[in-house]
């Protein structure tokens, strides 16, 4: 089955693999070269930034969606839903629904918004076996 994503720049086509392939590559671990680490208080943490999230999400289940759901302000936080789709090659579609919040007075230089939205696609990959293995 072939499924078209229409771009700017044109038209890209890619094949749907099948469910238990998908699940199998997202149990994969991140190839160590592509994580990131940095402190939080006095411990360092390692992590796999949100790019690098999509795009492995792109080679391993092609035709991926990412959905924000909701954001809303809760006591002096940002509190994002998001839903990963990923489409299979046997018809089902695997959804992964997470939760992230931020710090409205964040040391982060960029919007709390943008920061629990991109922690809750890390979040949602996680669910979907992506990066599970940097959450133990």
């Known amino acids: 089955m072939k499924t078209a994503v229409h771009a700017a720049n044109g038209t890209k086509t890619f094949a749907l693999r099948p469910t238990a392939d998908i699940l199998a590559d997202l ?8 994580l990131k680490t940095r402190k939080q208080g006095t411990a360092t943490l390692t992590y ?6 999509a ?33 299979t090659a046997d018809g089902d579609l695997l959804h992964y629904s997470a939760v992230a919040s931020e710090p409205l007075e964040s040391a982060s230089k960029a919007p709390a918004a943008e920061v629990a939205a991109s922690s809750c696609l890390r979040r949602a990959a996680a669910l979907a076996g992506l990066g599970l293995e940097l959450w133990g």
């Not at 796999?48 to 999230?53: D, E, Q």
């Open 55 to 87: 795009r492995q999400l792109h080679h391993r289940a092609p035709g991926w969606c990412w959905e924000v759901q909701s954001v809303q302000e809760v006591g002096g936080s940002v509190v994002v839903t998001g839903r990963l789709t990923i489409p």
């Open 27 to 34: 149990s994969r671990p991140i190839d160590p070269r592509h």
């Open 48 to 53: 796999c930034p949100w790019n690098t999230i």
